[in-house]
């Protein structure tokens, strides 16, 4: 046979590339065993401490909320527990600890491969590192509403329910978010509030609310009196439904807060459930002057009655007296013709 021709391989340079490859393979499958064998165990790590952290928050989420429907359930926790304010709460805290936890593992999950693969970590972490905090600047007003909602969230300065003064709007909350924060005003307007606006917050929902009444009476009325009334008052109205749930304490009369020539104001005050400050101010008010009217005590103030008008001078519609009207006046001679002087009117 004749010899092969150029260009193809023969049957020996075949065996030794073969041979070669399988001295290569030989040479590296442990080292690819063992980085491959690395790489599967980060995954596996990582997948099961992600899957035990998120648990772990589950459970604590839905203890947070058994404990808070326990409370529901009696008679004084049903005031200060809000059932809808407490899940969206522990829903928005446990959505927020699951996406850092799950960030943190896998993150360093993702960098422990790549450093199985020999691979220099640093010019990615410094690009990294540039990239967030270009992407800060750029988004710094997204970044601040989701930090302020979230210190706002942890907490607990309102919830669902609550009637607050955000400074930018007032209402009652609707809906507690990481970035924006609805309200109901009083026409029934909803508002999206930013939270990295909401500078001060005033919630008029926590703890308990104050019911401030004036009643303005002529000054000559005796005190001693109107404080047995005011007392009177409030005692009935704290044993009449639904006012003696609404009513935290005692109805008193705070003293004098104005005295004029012509009245004087009185204060009254009530320490109330949260939120229903209007309606008891508004029951006092008409039990108030229901009882003064019974007592025949006037309730002053107000806008000033209209002057009576004055009766009209006769002799405003007069003319001013005239020098000329006298005779005998230095007008009247001046004007008087000298006698015999009267001009020829023949000619």
């Keep these: 046979m ?19 490859a399988a001295g290569w393979v030989e040479e590296n499958w442990a080292v690819w065993l063992n980085t491959g064998l690395r790489i599967l165990l980060i995954l596996i790590v990582a997948m099961l401490l992600r899957m035990a952290v998120r648990r772990a928050l589950t459970k604590l989420i839905e203890r947070m909320n058994r404990s808070a429907q326990a409370v529901q359930g009696t008679a ?11 899940r969206q709460r522990s829903e928005a805290i446990g959505s927020v600890l699951k996406s850092v936890a799950s960030f943190l593992i896998l993150g360093t999950a993702g ?34 509403d989701f930090l302020s909602g979230v210190f706002m969230i942890l907490e607990d300065q309102y919830g669902v329910g609550d009637s607050v003064d955000a400074g930018v709007a007032s209402g009652e909350v609707v809906e507690v978010g990481l ?20 500078k001060r917050i005033g919630n008029l929902s926590q703890g308990w609310a104050t019911a401030a009444v004036d009643v303005t009476v002529r000054p000559t009325e005796d005190l001693d ?11 009935a109205m704290a044993k009449d439904e639904p006012w003696n749930e609404r009513l935290w304490g005692p109805v008193e009369t705070l003293g004098l807060t104005e005295v004029l020539l012509d009245s004087m104001t009185i204060r009254v005050s009530a320490k109330t459930m949260p939120g229903k400050k209007l309606g008891v101010e508004r029951e006092l008010r008409w039990r108030i002057k229901r009882a003064l009217d019974e007592a025949g005590i006037r309730i002053v103030g107000g806008i000033p009655p209209q002057a009576e008008e004055a009766t009209p001078d006769p002799s405003a519609g007069m003319a001013a007296p005239s020098a ?4 005998t006046s230095p007008q009247s001679a ?7 002087s009267a001009p020829n009117l023949a000619k």
């Design 2 to 20: 004749s010899d092969a021709t150029p260009g193809t391989a023969t049957l020996d340079e075949a065996a030794q590339k073969a041979s070669n």
């Design 76 to 86: 004084l926790g049903g005031l200060l527990v809000n059932a809808e304010r407490r």
């Design 111 to 144: 960098l422990m491969v790549l450093g199985a693969f020999d691979i220099d970590l640093a010019p990615l972490l410094a690009s990294a590192g540039v990239a967030g905090v270009a992407i800060g600047f750029g988004a710094r007003n997204l970044v601040t």
């Design 179 to 198: 970035r924006v924060t609805k309200l109901r005003g009083v026409d029934g307007e909803i508002w999206y509030v930013r939270n990295g606006e909401i």
């Design 225 to 235: 009196r109107l404080n047995g009334i005011v007392a009177e008052v409030g005692a």
């Design 324 to 327: 000329f009207a006298n005779t």
């Design 334 to 340: 001046a004007t008087t013709p000298l006698p015999g």
